[in-house]
């Protein structure tokens, strides 16, 4: 069993950075991914890291603008997002991968990006 938390969110204008967190609990060494939902859109996919790292994979909205990573010591992963868009405003997601799905999911955190 996983528990997640993210935190980090907030509101930031046109242009500026936020870095989302995502503390784990339980085991931790999955890929983990973060996703996003904004109203009335379906939850899409942001980015997702390997457990050691050493992979990283991005949607191709946010390629160049945000870096996920990860700290296996502290059980965290991060989103550095920059540039943001009004268009990033949605309740972002972390999640765990088991096999070949995501089973273990936050509770989400809204990002609010005024133009």
């Known amino acids: 069993q996983v528990q997640l938390e993210e935190s980090g969110g907030g509101l930031v204008q046109a242009g500026g950075s936020l870095r989302l967190s995502c503390a784990a609990s339980?085991?931790?060494?999955?890929?983990m991914g973060w996703f996003r939902q904004a109203p009335v859109k379906e939850r899409e996919f942001v980015a997702s890291?390997?457990?050691?790292?050493?992979?990283?994979d991005y949607a191709d909205s946010v390629k160049g603008r945000f870096t996920i990573s990860r700290d296996n010591a502290k059980s965290t992963v991060y989103l550095q997002m920059n540039s943001l868009k009004p268009e990033d405003t949605a309740v972002y997601y972390c999640?765990?991968?088991?096999?070949?799905?995501?089973?273990?999911w936050g509770q989400g955190t809204q990002v609010t990006v005024s133009s």
């Open positions: 999640a765990a991968r088991r096999l070949s799905q995501y089973v273990y």
């Open positions: 339980g085991r931790t060494l999955y890929t």
């Open positions: 890291i390997t457990w050691n790292g050493g992979s990283t």
